[in-house]
């Protein structure tokens, strides 16, 4: 069973930037897919970004341009890099891992709020 334990999350002004990090209880190297996943309040779970074994990277449309994902494999360790965000990026922030089909394994999340 992996465990996922996300950091960072907390209160930052419209326009600043905040860096979430989620670390792995298990090696990462050969983990097909990892992302991240928001849930504002009141709303379903929506995609953020993802980053594949291969190195691409893909990312929700809200977000491009301003938010980048990065694993460090050594450190079994992703990241979100949040530039500029907005209010509407106020939501809970999961990180996730699994298979090119499916994620297995979820963190408890952590909360990020964008005053304006």
């Known amino acids: 069973q992996v465990q996922l334990v996300e950091s960072g999350g907390g209160l930052v002004q419209a326009g600043g930037s905040l860096r979430l990090s989620c670390v792995a209880s298990?090696?990462?190297?050969?983990?097909?897919?990892m992302g991240w996943v928001r849930q504002a309040p009141g709303s379903e779970r929506e995609f953020v970004a993802v980053t594949w074994r291969g190195g691409d990277t893909s990312y929700a449309d809200s977000v491009q341009g301003r938010f980048t994902i990065s694993r460090d494999n050594a450190k079994n360790t992703m990241f979100l890099q949040m530039n500029s965000p907005t209010p509407a990026a106020t939501a809970v922030y999961y990180c996730a891992t699994g298979t090119y089909t499916r994620y297995a394994y979820w963190g408890q999340g952590t909360q990020v709020t964008v005053s304006s």
């Open positions: 298990e090696s990462i190297f050969n983990v097909e897919r």
